[in-house]
């Protein structure tokens, strides 16, 4: 595979494994090609947080395309032309988009050139960007589930490009920060940035290996370092998406907490029918691929056999769909397996554990609280009947934290996850020991060892980082494979390996007892 | 994707071994993990697939025993596995087994009936055995299910089937858009919108889309392949000639192969054609060694350039496997080459039966029906054939001009 997209998150290396392209090479029949991976319309990370530098504001961070890697030229990253993307707001709890922000892109490409852009760009109109996308944005909103007439807030937006590099762009913060628009009193950014997300992918998703239970020691190895999103990060005030259209009180205000997610729908065809193709704006045209509220959901409850329904569905659907799966989660049974298994260790040596994790394996009520109900007292939307959805859900009320603590509320920080999601959050080693049953009295220190992300968060809009260029990007590390002679003037082409997998030193088996909750 | 965190050492002994080998070993995390630890079945689906891929890019058909001893292997140990049934189900369609292909794609329907992978396989093993009904279905159940690169391709292919050149080059074009960060698919896509270019006589949106796929992916085979039958169709045979070696040269597949030689032959140079040729039987004797089938482009080539009773074995046997259109197609033209044109011109319109406006197929039919004394027949599919593009093929357009001058 030339490049397989290194993931940039959980569900893009499931996704990774099922990737298999079928074209015969006996042949002069047509195989369509077989990839499953939807890359442009994959949502990787949502985030809802409110920022320490706009405390009256939702600020979103929207996050597609895993896996970019900006010396991928001239395949630059992009969102799709011919898919629509959106971020949703359920404010009254039903699991239903009371609000929709709506995204739409256009690509302008030259017919000059195969190039991102000549050297020396110097500001986002500069004409020497040749390859570039701006984007429309429509307010949609539903009474009673009915929706009102669509508003466009505004049109022709520029995206921040792809960071080739130095020569193409001398300056790219500045030229991405052009791409930072003020509409009314919301921001606006779409483009590349760095993936906020952080995780040791190859020990997670090696049925869980030793390295997961090293999590209070580090050494994790940062699998989405140097890899880059497209993103989509709003902030709007808290009137625009409130249930009374008020901005928030406090924390305990009947308006405090939206649920967000996001998602992507394509086109749908008939079959045998092309005149269809045509009737953009009929409903039912449109099909939802993608969606994202809170992180692993997808990836670690929901069982495989039901990851395109999910994926298909909405919200409002959840209790039925992914409840019981959270209830009695496979993800607890494999935990408690561990000591009975041989797991490797750094050095490769088969090795066992010598203890036992008692992670509770059923009537995990205290898991659908956490993720799809929101917990009492700090972000049920409706407090009275919670209904279990899986979306963000952030009590806008909570005063963000000077210093965050990557534990969010496990750690005692209230303006974290599962209280909505900040950058700064370590999804991965929170999932892991709620799911140990933090909440159940089986406080296990586990985690992959990686704590924070590869580059500094940005302590203002967009907050993510800027990518890192193609230039000076490490992602590949690649190393030439050994290949047969080449004939003089043939171009194989030479597949570009996986990173061989660097050396590090031999650690013992950390027991995985006591709490590592600050 | 790297599994298992393995220090560097280990994997030297490894690399020195695949060299004494002589082979393209994918050194890959997923294979390496594989083989430490065989119990895991995720790891060899992957690797199952990542054989299928290369061989997609190198043209190597003993990857597809390592693909199926790797699918075979994720199965003992996970008999309900999705992926690696869908697998197994892509390996025989990739061989031109189509009714096993059916059979797995079936399986895995069964074991993930909400899924849109299945569907895939399935489309496609219907499709080739000629149950265009039942794949439409399935093809509809997979784009609701999932819009995406993969089931728009398909509904550009069945469209383009029935006839619908432009609702098959709207659909392809998005699969196209849908493609990014996938280089590979992107290109491919890319060149089979160019090829719906060239079909509604669009050279030049053709060659610019593949460009694009040549950008995307440098040297990227089918594009190269579908350049030179551009230029070859466009009288530019010198340069159509050295992009077919270039394309022979790394992936000397059967109908590469063909269509150098019948380059060389339109060209004038006789004794280079007569050399190519004679690659044909080597490189479908090295195909059926790994148990991969061409009997219908071998029944076509025989029938145009050798021996027509085996082009008519071969076509027949094709037919026995996978009745679809295709097959139909190499039974009508290996009949009509034998001197049975009225049983030919009757296979003919079975291979129309769709409504295609493939011109090879048209040609072949117009020329079947002229030889069974059917004029009127006869000028409608060459007539048709020309149509959409008079410089449809370099080979076969002049033949429809001419027996369309016959006609009148």
């Not at chain 1, 669509?150 to 913060?173: C, D, E, H, M, W």
């Not at chain 1, 909570?398 to 496990?410: K, M, Q, S, Y």
């Not at chain 2, 009904?133 to 509904?155: E, F, K, N, T």
């Not at chain 2, 699969?175 to 719906?196: F, M």
Request: overall charge positive; glycine content about 8%; hydrophobic content about 40%.
């Amino acid at each position: 595979m030339r490049k397989l997209p290194v993931a940039g998150a959980l569900g893009a290396a499931l996704a990774a494994a099922l990737i298999a392209v079928s074209l015969s090479p006996g042949s002069s029949h047509r195989e369509a090609p077989n990839i499953m991976l939807d890359p442009s319309a994959d949502n990787t990370d949502t985030y809802a947080f409110t920022a320490n530098d706009a405390p009256d504001k939702l600020t979103v961070v929207a996050n597609w395309v895993p896996g970019g890697n900006p010396a991928n030229g001239p395949n630059f990253f992009r969102f799709d032309d011919r898919a629509r993307y959106y971020i949703s707001i359920d404010n009254t709890g039903d699991g239903k988009p009371d609000i929709r922000y709506r995204f739409v892109f256009k690509t302008k490409v030259s017919n000059t050139s195969y190039r991102q852009s000549l050297i020396n760009v110097q500001s986002i109109d500069d004409p020497r960007l040749l390859q570039s996308q701006r984007y429309s944005i429509v307010r949609e909103t539903y009474t009673n589930g009915k929706p009102n007439k669509p508003r466009t807030i505004a049109s022709n937006l520029p995206v921040a490009p792809s960071n080739s590099g130095p020569k193409s762009f001398p300056n790219y913060s500045k030229v991405a920060g052009e791409a930072i628009k003020v509409i009314g009193n919301s921001k606006y950014f779409a483009g590349q940035r760095d993936d906020a997300f952080f995780i040791d992918l190859g020990a997670a998703f090696d049925n869980i290996n030793l390295r997961l239970l090293t999590g209070s020691t580090g050494l994790g190895t940062d699998t989405q370092a140097d890899t880059s999103i497209q993103t989509i990060t709003m902030q709007v005030p808290e009137s625009d998406v409130t249930r009374d259209h008020k901005p928030v009180a406090g924390p305990d205000a009947d308006n405090a907490t939206v649920g967000v997610w996001a998602s992507t729908e394509r086109r749908k065809l008939q079959v045998t029918n092309a005149r269809f193709d045509s009737n953009k704006g009929a409903r039912g045209s449109w099909v939802q691929v993608s969606r994202l509220g809170t992180p692993l959901i997808n990836e670690l409850f929901v069982p495989s056999g039901q990851k395109d329904a999910f994926n298909k569905s909405t919200p409002d659907t959840d209790n039925a769909r992914i409840k019981k799966y959270l209830l009695t989660p496979e993800f607890a049974r494999q935990i408690n397996a561990l000591p009975g298994e041989l797991l490797t260790n750094e050095v490769g040596l088969p090795i066992k554990l010598p203890v036992k994790l008692n992670v509770p394996e059923t009537d995990r009520t205290d898991l659908v609280e956490t993720f799809l109900t929101g917990m009492p007292g700090l972000n049920q939307i409706d407090k009275t009947d919670p209904l279990p959805t899986d979306t963000l859900k952030l009590n806008m009320g909570v005063a963000p934290a000077r210093t965050p603590n990557r534990f969010g509320i496990l750690g005692g920080d209230r303006a974290g996850f599962p209280n909505g999601r900040r950058l700064e959050d370590d999804a991965t080693d929170i999932f892991v020991q709620l799911v140990a049953g933090f909440f159940k009295d089986n406080k296990i220190s586990a985690g992959d060892g990686v704590d924070q992300n590869d580059k500094p968060f940005l302590d203002t809009f967009p907050y993510q980082a800027a990518p890192t260029s193609g230039f000076e990007q490490k992602v590949g590390r690649r190393q030439e494979p050994p290949h047969l002679p080449t004939p003089p003037g043939d171009n194989p082409q030479i597949p570009i390996l996986p990173q061989l997998p660097p050396l590090r030193l031999p650690i013992g088996p950390q027991l995985p007892i006591g709490p590592t909750v600050p | 994707m790297r599994r298992i965190a393995r220090p560097r050492v280990l994997l030297v002994p490894a690399v020195a071994f695949v060299v004494a080998l002589g082979a393209f070993q994918a050194l890959d995390g997923s294979s390496t993990t594989a083989r430490a630890r065989p119990e895991n079945p995720d790891a060899l689906t992957k690797r199952g697939n990542n054989e299928l891929q290369r061989a997609r890019e190198t043209a190597d058909p003993a990857r597809y025993t390592r693909a199926e001893t790797a699918f075979r292997r994720a199965l003992r140990l996970q008999p309900r596995s999705v992926d690696a049934t869908v697998g197994l189900a892509t390996l025989a369609l990739a061989r031109h087994d189509f009714r096993t292909g059916l059979r797995y794609a079936q399986r895995a329907r069964r074991l993930g009936p909400r899924l849109a992978r299945p569907l895939s396989v399935l489309v496609d093993a219907q499709v080739e055995l000629g149950r265009y009904g039942p794949a439409g279905r399935s093809l509809q159940r997979m784009i609701d299910l999932q819009p995406s690169l993969a089931s728009y391709a398909r509904v550009s292919y069945f469209r383009e089937l029935h006839g619908d050149l432009a609702g098959a080059r709207a659909a392809m074009s998005l699969a196209v858009s849908a493609g990014a960060g996938a280089p590979e698919n992107v290109a491919y896509v890319q060149t089979l919108l160019g090829d719906l270019e060239a079909l509604r006589g669009h050279p030049r949106a053709a060659r610019r889309a593949y460009s694009a796929a040549l950008t995307g992916v440098a040297g990227y085979v089918p594009a190269l392949a579908s350049r030179a039958q551009l230029d070859a169709a466009g009288g530019r045979l010198a340069a159509a000639i050295r992009g077919y070696e270039v394309v022979v040269r790394r992936r000397p597949l059967p109908q590469y192969v063909i269509a150098l030689g019948e380059t060389q032959q339109v060209a004038g140079r006789d004794a280079a054609a007569r050399e190519t040729f004679a690659l044909v039987d080597a490189e479908r004797r090295l195909l059926a060694a790994n148990r991969v089938n061409t009997d219908v482009e071998i029944a076509l080539f025989e029938a145009d350039h050798g021996d027509r009773g085996r082009a008519l074995r071969l076509a027949r046997r094709a037919w026995r496997d996978a009745p679809s259109v295709r097959s139909a197609d190499a039974v009508s033209w290996a009949l009509t080459r034998s001197g049975r044109a009225r049983d030919g011109l009757a296979w003919a319109r079975r291979a129309l039966r769709l409504g295609s406006r493939d011109p090879l197929v048209l040609t072949r039919a117009g020329l079947s029906a002229r030889a069974a004394g059917d004029r009127g027949a006869a000028r409608r599919y060459l007539r048709r054939a020309l149509r959409a593009n008079p410089r449809f093929s370099v080979v076969w357009a002049p033949r429809a001009r001419r027996a369309l001058r016959a006609l009148a």
